[in-house]
């Protein structure tokens, strides 16, 4: 944007304010508002007209680095007019899709700066019967996604974040909405966020999986996640003190770090990936402090994930009165996928307790890696090219080979080398995406390596309908049967289980277990999981 063009934007916002203020100077007079709303109206009008004199200055002028301050009064501007029009068009009912459509240019533009990079209606409370906001972040190529709408059969108004455009790209050309952007540049205190009821995280696990190097696991990388995570609550303002005049907890007040200063320490980290376990408390915690409404919580990591990590993030969550809190591991091929995939999850709900359990009621048939792809029966896979024969067993050295007739190993990035050693077929993307629980058809983008480990990387869709189909009081079993059935062809039982879909009317009606929220947090520290 011109200099000049940003400079209108300024100038912009103090007419408002300006505008605003005589406003409510006015209802003050008539009785309609109170001398502390008219001192309030005034003071971000007097903070808008300094900010536009300081910047006709800074143009005039342009001292050293005078850029980042003139920078920083176009986005203040931007934010207080939009925060000013939310305000007023709440106060004229609810904001909808169609209402939203029929805003003039200039208001729209205003909102979507102010929301982004989310969506401009998740400035507003949600309409009677609107879906459930969900953040997915380390979002992938729709792993929750596509368990979620297509296996679970939920809908829900989701954003997913993730780094890699590839995946990104993959999630979009399957209709989910996607940011590319590192979650750490986001703000977790967003005004978008507030009426975002479920976040997802799926952090990278190369620091802590055996299939990686491990660095996640040296005590030291322990030690400081664990220390960075045991202060996000106090940063958050969940943190308790003990008041030894009268032996009552109470809360400490927020410090005044920003949660880059929070996440500073991580940066000493040998592989930085294991530092965004820190994501995991971060924003929910930070979405609390701000305001927000979330009520659960879902996670995915490696299964060797540290019990001091474990215990560190649980200590958080309950220290800010999260009823429910549990780690769980769950490994895919036991619930019907063609390969193993042992994941590690935290399920959190601020009020109230799962009742949907993650055991099915009978055992899943399981599914050979031959009969997701078709192929006949006794072949083997190789998995690491031809190696030397180890005289003492009369095998590869390595174990390079594994048989095709039962779930096949965890797919890797390295996967892309796999092949079939009666004729060295190797996988394609569509083959991966099967094997770990997608559909045939689903829209693979990128190149055959980086489609591959996206397939690798991701969370099953059988999974996620499991883990999120718990959290959200939806019975899971009878659509991951289906989903089975259509994808490899899994028999279904003779008897459909007669349970309802939902405990809740629907996704919008919100989770079968939820309770009602307190508007304040108790001020006693809860140790309940």
């Keep these: 944007m011109q200099r000049e063009q940003q400079l209108a934007v300024v100038e912009e916002a103090d007419r408002r304010l300006a505008a605003y203020a005589d406003q409510v100077r006015a209802a003050h007079a008539n009785g309609t508002a109170t001398l502390e709303d008219a001192e309030f109206a005034d003071l971000f009008a007097t903070e808008a007209a300094t900010r536009a004199d300081d910047c006709h200055w800074l143009l005039q002028e342009q001292p050293e680095d005078w850029q980042w301050i003139f920078d920083c009064s176009v986005a203040w501007a931007r934010a207080e007019m939009g925060a000013r029009l939310v305000a007023d068009l709440e106060a004229d009912g609810w904001m ?15 909102l979507i700066h102010y929301a982004a990079p989310w969506p401009p209606l998740w400035l507003f409370r949600p309409a009677p019967g609107a879906l459930q906001r969900v953040i997915n972040l380390f979002a992938g190529p729709g792993g929750w996604c596509e368990g979620i709408r297509a296996v679970l059969g939920v809908d829900l108004d989701m954003v997913g974040v993730d780094v890699s455009e590839d995946a990104c790209a993959t999630a979009r050309a399957a209709g989910y909405r996607r940011i590319v952007a590192s979650v750490t540049d986001l703000e977790p205190e967003h005004p978008a966020l507030r009426w975002v009821v479920g976040l997802i995280l799926s952090p990278p696990c190369q620091a802590f999986s055996p299939a990686g190097r491990r660095k996640g696991h040296e005590q030291a990388a322990i030690g400081l996640i664990r220390d960075v995570l045991l202060h ?121 307790s799962p009742i949907i359990p993650t055991t099915p009621a009978e055992p899943i048939p399981v599914t050979s890696y031959a009969a997701a792809l078709d192929w006949p029966a006794g072949e083997e896979v190789n998995t690491r090219g031809e190696r030397p024969i180890d005289p003492a067993t009369g095998r590869p050295k390595g174990g390079n080979c594994f048989s095709a007739d039962k779930p096949g190993w965890c797919l890797t990035s390295k996967s892309r080398t796999w092949k079939r050693q009666s004729d060295g077929l190797r996988l394609n993307p569509s083959d991966a995406g099967r094997l770990v629980g997608f559909r045939a058809d689903y829209p693979w983008q990128g190149s055959r390596s980086s489609a591959i480990e996206q397939a690798a990387d991701v969370v099953s869709p059988v999974i996620s309908a499991i883990v999120i189909g718990r959290l959200l009081g939806r019975y899971w079993e009878q659509p991951v049967r289906e989903h089975l059935h259509r994808l490899y062809g899994t028999p279904l039982p003779e008897r459909q289980s007669s349970a309802p879909a939902a405990l809740g009317d629907s996704a919008a009606a919100g989770p079968g277990w939820q309770a009602e929220i307190p508007a304040h947090q108790p001020n006693t520290l809860s140790r309940s999981a």
């Design 96 to 110: 909808t899709p169609e209402r939203y459509a029929g805003l003039d240019e200039e208001a729209r533009s205003i």
């Design 232 to 352: 996000v609550g106090a940063h958050a303002g969940f943190a308790m003190i003990l008041d030894p005049k009268d032996d009552s907890w109470h809360r400490v007040p927020r410090s005044d770090y920003t949660w880059e200063e929070v996440r500073e320490p991580l940066a000493a980290l040998k592989d930085d990936r294991a530092g965004l376990m820190a994501e995991v408390a971060i924003w929910p915690l930070a979405m609390l402090a701000a305001g927000g409404r979330i009520e659960w919580v879902a996670m995915e990591q490696s299964s060797a994930l540290p019990e001091e990590i474990e215990t560190a993030l649980r200590d958080q969550f309950e220290q800010a009165d999260w009823r429910h809190v549990e780690f769980t591991t769950l490994e895919a091929s036991q619930y019907g996928t063609a390969t193993r995939r042992r994941r590690r999850f935290l399920m959190a709900v601020r009020a109230g």
